[in-house]
């Protein structure tokens, strides 16, 4: 099949600013951002982790740093980050998925989406409950 | 929703090619009715005021596909959003985005429809039949699990909503991926293999960052956002088995 | 101007011209088809159909019924012959159609499933959720690419035919967006063009069904055929027009009055029962439908509703769960453009026209009487629907009689020697050009495109509605030649060469007047009654005597259409009544005995 241009030029409308236009937009890229908190994290466990091989005073300087205040208020905004985090990829999770049929009925996203975060808040509560046991 | 309400203004983004270089906004005072949708708007211009304006329609039942545009900011078809939901106006009505504009509210559709005839649209028997044997079974069950993204009207709404896409007009897109999983998850259908490397493709599924924003705005509900990431799985587990086979992937 | 060598031309890209370029695809793929469209194929109004086609599918129907059924549904005005042809091939035709992918809803047991429809003795109507439409033309479509022997000629507008010699030599089209003329040769031509409803006011029609390829050959002498039968589809949304398909009714509606009460029942299509039954009630044919609709409204009993009198479509008793299945579309429909939620109250309707019987001559083999011509779907009349069209018989029409098209024009454009260019043939296309152009360029001209169409569609209303009379026919007649005469005084606003819809619809109103003064004449000619053209003044009854014959509209320039007849191939069904519901069942049950005791 054959077009020819058109009596003009077709006009291309420029991308620039595009995420500004659109509040779904901007909540995408704050979710995209969320993924820096998570990596900063990242970096914070593996220098203890760096931090503890390195011996007793080592380690203990690194617990030191944390309880700064400004490591608090760092942290206190690396958890809202990651909540956000979790919670935008909870919602785009189903999304993943290929159709699941649970006796005959297929699965709702809205389902996926609590079960990911059960999982989420049952581990957490797992995991805070043994460093509580632990830390006697 | 006010009571006195009689007429709307509608700004419209204009390009007429032959006149300007650029698009340019021009408003219309159109009447103003509970069940009218914007379509009507466009077309009581047309009618009344300016014969000149131009934009594509045709069913007015959100099932042919040809008004997709902009309405506020958001794509939308014409014939299926409402004055009602808009006012007090003004209503910003421009061309699809991520589209060059021909004219005024028309937008090229030629990329789209080549890309669509590129990823093989249609059913490549898995077992051939002849037509005195009947129709191949399919049982309810198996039609669920393709029906949904057979319901694509072509509108591309989602084209519009894809910032990616808007980004890198190379991407295969969400309307057409969707199309391709159609057949892929069809059980008569034994075309798998051929499509692959259109999924596999970095301007396939790959160009994909799961924004959302497609299923978001479609009309019929077909979710493309979940025929494209779901075939992220298909793409990975294909590359990987390639190593383990000579020929790759799944048939 | 740009010429393109085919050996076949299709005008037309829906359901039925997308199946015949498959058919001559397949039958030699060694010819060249051009697909010329004034849209992309996918938003044709195949699109928007939405119950089912029809096909023989149970163990306990027949061929013989579906023909029975066809042929007293067109209250007799049937090509026979076709009719015969049609049942016996629309079941191929269908799994053909699956075999390409159609996802056809299903049984449990993985076999298509079929449902009820309106004047259908058995269950035979295979669908695809409440869009079978669109999935037809989907499928159709996306098959279609498979084909390289297919070259699409995608939104171009066809200005006309190119007729030299007494044969067909091709078409002449604009590319919407540049204005460029295209001249497209061939040897054969398909003109497969849709409809005409978009001449009457309220109309189920998408705004491209503006009867192009009707009028194109009925300018080239082609006659144009019973084009006095015009559906009343009766479950329509008011303002809109748009459809509320006839499965709703399949699904067990009901059509209530403004007292709550089922008024079919008082129309010779009771008794009422709970739930639906084959040729009775909301189940009866369309124009039956269409008819009791208006009687209701001489008696007051219809509701008074923001865009004129409507009645109820209850589909309350069906519940959420199965409206939500079956009927989506339908559930979204009414929710969005109505505010009416199905589940919990009824949906207010009318009738609006929603499809042409009649269009270009055609016979068995889809051909025109002018060499190398074809014309298939709704703007021809192939002969199978008569007076009056069954639901679910049109998207069957599509695909039996596309093929047939098809194949006939593969084996003529072999046949005939290849064409050479000859300057008369250039010229013709010029002269084409120019005609199209001055549309636009009429000086001194006053006329709105719009204030003349929507005279002409509020005039068919009056004039050619579901009841006429030869005065307000006669009315219409005269008020359409009046409305040819003022197009001569057309004034476009638009002046661009690229992308100047507005031109375009000035040329789309012209086909609309053209053929609005065949159907107007044709009904004005027909002095009886009989399927969808009943009369008020005098001829209202069925006068096979007279009028067991076909009208023929035939072209006259700036004069009216002359209308002649032609006769009806009857073949097994001599014309009897038309009996539904109960009447119906007693009909068929005095036949059987009959031939019982024949059998003796």
């Known amino acids: ?136 | 929703m006010s009571e006195s309400a009689t007429t709307i203004r509608i700004d419209v983004l204009r390009y007429r090619p032959e006149q300007e270089d650029e698009p340019v906004w021009q408003s219309y005072i159109v009447p103003y009715a509970d069940d009218m949708s914007v379509l009507q708007a466009l077309q009581h211009v047309k009618d009344e005021q300016d014969g000149t304006l131009g934009f594509r329609w045709s069913c007015r039942m959100a099932i042919c596909g040809s008004c997709g545009m902009m309405v506020n900011g958001k794509p939308a078809l014409s014939c299926k959003t409402f004055l009602r939901d808009l006012q007090p106006g003004p209503v910003r009505i421009e061309a699809l985005a991520h589209f060059p504009i021909e004219r005024d509210l028309i937008v090229s559709v030629d990329p789209f429809v080549r890309k669509l005839e590129g990823i093989k649209p249609y059913l490549v028997p898995r077992k051939p039949r002849s037509l005195a044997d009947g129709e191949y079974l399919q049982t309810p069950a198996e039609l669920e699990r393709y029906e949904q993204f057979a319901s694509c009207i072509n509108c591309m709404l989602c084209y519009a909503a894809c910032p990616q896409y808007g980004l890198d007009p190379g991407f295969t897109g969400p309307g057409v991926l969707a199309l391709l999983h159609r057949y892929n998850a069809d059980s008569r259908d034994g075309g798998r293999a051929e499509r692959m490397q259109i999924v596999n493709a970095e301007e396939g599924v790959w160009a994909c960052t799961a924004v959302g924003y497609c299923s978001e705005v479609c009309p019929k509900h077909v979710d493309p956002a979940n025929a494209v990431n779901q075939n992220k799985v298909n793409s990975a587990t294909d590359y990987f088995l390639r190593f383990l086979s000579p020929r790759g992937g799944r048939t | 101007m740009e010429t393109f060598d085919a050996d076949v031309v299709i005008v037309g890209a829906g359901g039925a011209g997308l199946r015949a370029a498959i058919a001559v695809a397949e039958a030699d793929p060694a010819l060249v088809v051009a697909l010329v469209s004034k849209v992309y194929p996918m938003r044709s109004h195949t699109v928007a159909a939405e119950g089912g086609a029809a096909a023989v599918t149970q163990a306990n129907d027949s061929l013989e019924a579906h023909f029975h059924d066809t042929v007293a549904g067109g209250d007799w005005l049937c090509e026979q012959d076709v009719v015969e042809y049609f049942v016996a091939h629309a079941h191929e035709e269908m799994v053909q159609m699956e075999h390409w992918g159609c996802p056809w809803s299903r049984k449990a047991d993985g076999h298509v499933n079929v449902r009820a429809f309106g004047g259908m003795k058995i269950e035979r109507t295979w669908f695809a959720a409440d869009k079978s439409g669109f999935h037809m033309l989907h499928t159709l479509f996306q098959t279609s690419i498979r084909y390289p022997a297919i070259r699409r000629f995608d939104e171009h507008f066809c200005v006309d035919l190119v007729v030299e010699d007494g044969r067909v030599q091709g078409v002449v089209a604009v590319e919407i967006a540049s204005g460029d003329f295209r001249l497209i040769r061939a040897a054969a031509v398909i003109i497969a063009t849709g409809g005409a409803g978009r001449v009457f006011r309220e109309n189920t029609n998408g705004g491209i069904v503006t009867g192009d390829g009707m009028a194109l050959a009925y300018r080239h002498g082609v006659p144009l055929r019973d084009m006095e039968f015009v559906q009343y589809h009766p479950t329509c949304m008011p303002g809109t027009g748009l459809l509320f398909t006839e499965a709703c009714r399949g699904e067990g509606g009901f059509l209530l009055n403004k007292d709550g009460y089922r008024y079919l029942q008082d129309y010779g299509l009771g008794p009422a029962e709970p739930s639906p039954r084959n040729k009775a009630m909301e189940l009866g044919p369309r124009d039956r439908l269409s008819q009791a609709y208006w009687h209701e409204q001489q008696k007051g009993r219809t509701i008074r509703g923001p865009h004129g009198e409507c009645v109820h479509l209850d589909l309350r008793h069906l519940g959420e769960a199965k409206l939500r299945e079956r009927l989506p579309q339908i559930y979204e429909l009414a929710l969005e453009y109505l505010g009416v939620d199905p589940a919990t109250a009824p949906i207010p309707v009318l009738p609006a026209v929603h499809y042409t019987m009649g269009g270009i001559l055609a016979d068995g083999s889809t051909a025109s009487p002018l060499a190398g011509l074809y014309s298939v779907g709704e703007c021809s009349s192939v002969g199978i629907h008569g007076a009056n069209r069954l639901g679910s018989n049109s998207l069957t029409e599509l695909i039996v009689f596309g093929k047939v098209a098809g194949v006939e024009a593969a084996s003529y454009a072999r046949s005939v020697p290849k064409l050479r260019a000859t300057g008369a043939i250039g010229t013709l296309a010029e002269e084409s050009r120019r005609r199209a152009l001055s549309v636009a360029t009429r000086e001194g001209g006053g006329e709105r495109i719009a204030t003349l169409r929507r005279e002409m569609a509020q005039s068919m209303e009056e004039g050619c509605g579901i009841y006429r009379t030869g005065a307000a026919m006669q009315a219409t007649c005269d008020k359409l030649a009046q409305l040819k005469e003022r197009y001569k005084r057309l004034h476009v606003d638009d002046r661009s060469k690229g992308w100047n819809t507005e031109w375009l619809l000035g040329i789309e109103l012209g086909y609309l007047l053209d053929v609005a003064q065949a159907m107007t004449h044709s009904a004005l000619e027909r002095r009886e009654s009989r399927g969808s053209h009943q009369r008020l003044d005098g001829f209202g009854e069925r006068d096979d005597a007279n009028f067991l014959r076909h009208s023929l509209a035939w072209y006259a320039g700036d004069a009216p259409p002359r209308v002649t007849y032609g006769p009806v191939k009857i073949t097994r069904s001599p014309p009897g009544r038309r009996a539904y519901g109960a009447a119906g069942e007693q009909a068929e049950a005095a036949a059987h005995n009959v031939q019982a005791s024949v059998d003796v």
């Not at chain 1, 509040?23 to 890229?29: D, E, L, T």
């Open chain 1, 1 to 136: 099949m054959s077009r020819n241009a058109g009596a003009g030029r077709a006009y291309v409308r420029p991308m620039r600013g595009w995420w500004r236009r659109n509040p779904f937009f901007v909540r995408y890229m704050l979710r995209e951002a969320t993924a820096v908190a998570v990596a900063v994290y990242a970096i914070v466990l593996a220098t203890g982790v760096v931090r503890l091989a390195q011996g007793e005073a080592s380690w203990n300087g690194w617990l030191e740093a944390l309880r700064s205040p400004w490591s608090l208020l760092m942290h206190l905004v690396l958890l809202a980050a990651m909540i956000v985090h979790a919670k935008s990829w909870f919602e785009i999770m189903p999304k993943t998925m290929p159709m699941i049929f649970i006796g005959g009925r297929r699965l709702a996203a809205a389902t996926i989406t609590r079960t990911g975060w059960g999982a989420t808040i049952a581990v957490s509560v797992a995991l805070f409950a043994l460093a509580l046991v632990f830390s006697r």
